[in-house]
Nanobody, 119 residues
């Protein structure tokens, strides 16, 4: 079965950096795009970024553009989300999910990793 495991969440100060990882197993890794989503307490889930499987093209939400970078290492079946210049508004549980061509809908989900940005 499809399994996604996120890691790398932590508590950092504003302006700090984190790199999240999404390790995939149980399926043909190259078959799906991988997206990152986040959900803060009391807020709706927000789609943050996505990387397509076919051509490595990427999508970023306006709120993270210029600060976050998504990448994938096919040898390790892992997708990364490098987050720089973090802000308190970035505080959320971050989830990775498979997507069909970065269409915006998560198909299979990981368990999430907590990112907290606080002074």
């Amino acid at each position: 079965q499809v399994q996604l495991v996120e890691s790398g969440g932590d508590s950092v100060q504003p302006g700090g950096s984190l790199r999240l990882s999404c390790k995939a197993s149980g399926f043909a890794y190259s078959y799906y795009a991988i997206g990152w989503f986040r959900q803060a307490p009391g807020k709706e889930r927000e789609r943050v970024s996505c990387i397509r499987n076919r051509d490595d093209s990427t999508y970023y939400a306006d709120s993270v553009k210029g600060r976050f970078t998504i990448s994938r290492d096919n040898r390790k079946n892992t997708v990364y989300l490098q987050m720089n210049n973090l802000k308190p508004d970035d505080t959320a549980v971050y989830y990775c999910a498979t997507e069909d061509e970065c269409a915006g809908t998560g198909l299979h989900w990981g368990q999430g990793t907590q990112v907290t940005v606080v002074s």
